[in-house]
Each structure stands twice: as C-alpha cells, then as structure tokens.
C-alpha cells in the first residue's frame, strides 16, 4: 500500500499530524501498536485530569461548611474514582477513532519499524509483517517512564505514572520522587483521597522549571496540605523486599530511610527510539532525541521526526503544533517555524501552575533590564468569593521597550489564563497596551491586568 503520508504513533502529535495532512490533500496512514491516542490520552493527559477533579470535587465536599453549606458522611470510592478516570480515556479515543473516518485516515494496527526506500515494515499482535510505503514518512513514538538505575520499577511497588492511574486499591502512604508536572499532580491527588505523601526532589525548589518565586508558593500550600517535602535529596536505593517499600534518601545531613507502601517515579521520560529502524535508515540521534530541523525534516530525505522523540520540550500541545507545521511544510504551504520562546508549560495539581518566556531570574542572565509586577489572588474579589485565595499573578517586561519577557501564575485555574500572555507576546504586545486593555470584573483574569498596572507602578488595588 503507497501513501503520501505515513504517520508512526497516534497521539496528539501523531493523531494531529494525520488529520491535517489529510485535510491537505494528503493520503494518510497512522500506525499505532496500542490505543488511538497515545499515552497523553488515554494514560497521562486526560485521564490525569480526571483524576485530578475527583479529588478536587471530594475537597470542596469536605469543606462545604467554608460556602456556609452542611453535608454529612462525606467519603470516596477509589475504584470509581480510578474507573471515571479509565472511562474518560477510553471515551476520549474513540472520538480519536471518528476523527480518523470522518478525516478518511487508514489506521494501521501494529509496530511500525522504518527501512530503506522509504517503507515501514509494520509488525500485527499474531506476528505477521506487512510493508507499507510512503513519500513522506513521520516518526511520532512518544515516550515513557524514565527507569533510574537506583530506582527499578517493579510495576507494583516502584511504579510509574501508568500504574499510579490504575491501582487497584489506595495506597496508605506514597514517596513520589520528582517534583516536576507529572510528580506534583499524583502528590496532589494522592494526598487529596488521603494517602500520606512524600516528596523527594533532587534540585532546590519543587516544580524546578518555574520561577522560583512559584516554587516557594506551591512548596508552601502543598505543606499546608500535609505533604511532606524533600529538596535537595535523591534516593539512593530501594527495598521492595517487606510488605512495603524502604527508600534510602540521601539529603545535606546524610542519608535517610523512608517507607511507603509504594514509590512512584516521576523522573522525567524516555523516547520511544529504540527497534524503530533508526540506524538502518541511517538516521541520526542525540542524547536520546532525534534530530530535525525547523520543519522537522531528519538528515534523510523523506523522514521526519515531532513530538516527544525531538529535542523540543515534551508537552502534547507542542506535539501537534510540530506536526502540523510539518505537514504543511510538505503541502508547500507558507509556514513560520515555531517560536520555542513562546511555549506555554502548565502544572494541574491543586493550585495550578502556568507559565511562558522567561522566569525572572533568566531575563537577569540574558541581561535584561527588566520591570517585575506581582499581584496575588488574596486581593482578587473573584478569587475571595470562590474560596480559591491562593497563588499570584507575576509578569515580567523589558524596561527599555516594553516586552512582554515572561508570565508565569500560581492558583486557582491558572492553566485556563495563560492562553492571553502567550497571545499577547506572540502579538508582541507591550505592558502599556496590557495595562490599557479593560479586563472584566470580577474575574480571575484582572489579576493579569493588575500584575502589569503593578510593574508600572499604577496598581490600584494593592
């Protein structure tokens, strides 16, 4: 079977890249070895967030009497919550499944394993292998649980992310070891349904990608939500050899065991490079990535690579982004590289976090003279009113021009703002068009408004 384009992997990079090169014309194909999806829908993004308004949901039920409201014999069900979340995924892939119909995409069930010659050998669950070939052919495998040597997953009591999704019954106590998006969410739902959590991080501050003013806050709010949190310690080795787990924790005042009933690792991911035909094609890798360039070509002609498997940072919206810019790329359309400055990042737990451009101590490095506004949601009428007082609004600008350098925000459905810092600096709209922008009230949003009037030292309401 000859195609235009044959896409390997079905997630939101893959799933994407097919749709809008079959609505360019292009006859498309996907190859997926699971479900249509990939992991972000059916075992990271979406059912994550399931999870995650669960627990939020059993919050608010145990502290109605906060809203002036009464309910008694308050309680969960684990096994529901962790089958809502199952139902949501699975829901969820089979709108993937109409999108490949109605878009008129083959979807081709097995391994996909690239050769010369532009072909892809594509190996079924009963063994059997069918080549395919195609003019274009694009690598979207995605990632994995990264596996550190100290720390072997055991798949049931030294678990990854794919596991905390799935447990058949709620853990008592749970070390989780990484802080970043991933890490701080499942301590956040665990700790929401009551297991005792802690955290072990091996950098500085929790979630160490954001501003470390963002940092500090969520350290805090999650202490104040009886997590318990390690900085600047690694753990060393486990001992799944009890009824739990004991983890040696190495920190600045030595080293320390701690038991759980389960460790969950949330160290980061691995690509999903290897058995793919890589080195047959000849194409090239670097530490674990596949090298592209700005339209995600390989340095084989006919091979490109997006999403996770690339060098960019390992997000679902990045994904599709890649892989549409790629396709319409190979459609002969007139397309901008994508501005890798300008990526929103976003952390679901409770409170949320989101961010883009520069944290405040990068726009130091790079020399910048720079304007800082921070406005916190305690003097947010909206965030009052809905209970949800935490967090803050912190905005960065260039001095000498007015540049919108980073945003980055701490609280309640943050995640759903972000979207007008990263629309504003794509606009390359200045702090004074911001600040002259009437923002409504009350809402959430003013806080932007108010961060920026903060900068220029025209806050009202501080």
């Known amino acids: 079977m000859k195609y235009d384009v044959l896409v390997i992997?079905?997630?939101?990079?893959?799933?994407v890249t097919a749709i809008r090169a079959s609505q360019l014309g292009l006859k498309t194909a996907v190859i997926e070895k699971e479900n249509l999806g990939g992991i972000c829908l059916n075992w990271g993004c979406i059912p994550t967030k399931a999870l995650l308004k669960s627990a939020q949901v059993y919050d608010y039920l145990k502290h109605v009497d906060a809203y002036g409201l009464k309910a008694e014999a308050i309680d969960k069900d684990f096994s529901a919550v962790i089958k809502r979340s199952r139902g949501v995924a699975e829901g969820m892939s089979k709108g993937v499944q109409f999108l490949m119909k109605k878009n008129k995409i083959?979807?081709?069930?097995?391994?996909?394993k690239i050769k010369t010659g532009k072909k892809v050998d594509v190996t079924a669950e009963d063994g059997t292998v069918t080549e395919y070939s195609a003019d274009h052919i694009i690598v979207a495998t995605g990632a994995r649980s990264r596996v550190l040597p100290s720390l072997p997953q055991d798949g049931k009591k030294v678990i990854g992310y794919r596991e905390a999704m799935s447990l058949p019954t709620q853990p008592k106590s749970m070390i989780v070891v990484g802080s970043g998006a991933i890490g701080v969410e499942f301590a956040h739902f665990y700790n929401a349904m009551g297991t005792e959590v802690t955290i072990v991080e091996y950098m500085p501050n929790i979630v160490p990608v954001e501003d470390k003013d963002v940092s500090k806050q969520m350290e805090r709010s999650f202490k104040k939500a009886g997590i318990k949190v390690m900085t600047n310690a690694s753990v060393e080795s486990v001992d799944t050899s009890g009824d739990g787990v004991k983890a040696t924790v190495k920190t600045k005042k030595g080293e320390e065991v701690l038991e759980a009933d389960i460790v969950l690792s949330a160290v980061g991911i691995k690509t999903n490079i290897e058995n793919i035909g890589l080195e047959d094609v000849g194409i090239i890798t670097d530490r674990d990535k596949i090298l592209v360039n700005d339209f995600y070509q390989t340095n084989i002609p006919g091979y490109y690579a997006i999403g996770d498997v690339t060098p960019g940072p390992a997000l679902a919206h990045v994904a599709s982004a890649e892989g549409i810019t790629c396709v319409e790329k190979i459609a002969g359309l007139h397309t901008e590289a994508i501005d890798y400055g300008n990526i929103p990042g976003?952390?679901?737990?409770?409170?949320?976090?989101?961010?883009?451009?520069?944290?405040?101590?990068?726009?130091?490095?790079?020399?910048?003279d720079i304007k800082v506004g921070k406005f916190p949601f305690s003097a947010s009428g909206k965030a009052k009113a809905a209970g949800t007082p935490e967090g803050f609004v912190k905005v960065i600008f260039d001095a000498k021009y007015g540049e919108w350098l980073g945003c980055h925000m701490i609280g309640a459905g943050v995640t759903d703002m972000i979207a007008e810092a990263v629309l504003g600096r794509k606009l390359e709209t200045t702090g004074h068009e911001v600040l002259k922008t009437i923002h409504?009230?009350?809402?959430?949003?003013?806080?932007?408004?108010?961060?920026?009037a903060d900068a220029y030292d025209e806050v009202i309401h501080l």
């Open 106 to 112: 083959d979807v081709i069930n097995g391994f996909g």
């Open 9 to 15: 992997g079905s997630g939101p990079g893959g799933y």
């Open 440 to 452: 409504p009230h009350p809402t959430m949003s003013e806080a932007v408004m108010e961060a920026v």
């Open 346 to 368: 976003c952390t679901y737990a409770t409170p949320e976090i989101a961010s883009v451009g520069l944290t405040e101590e990068k726009a130091k490095e790079q020399g910048y």
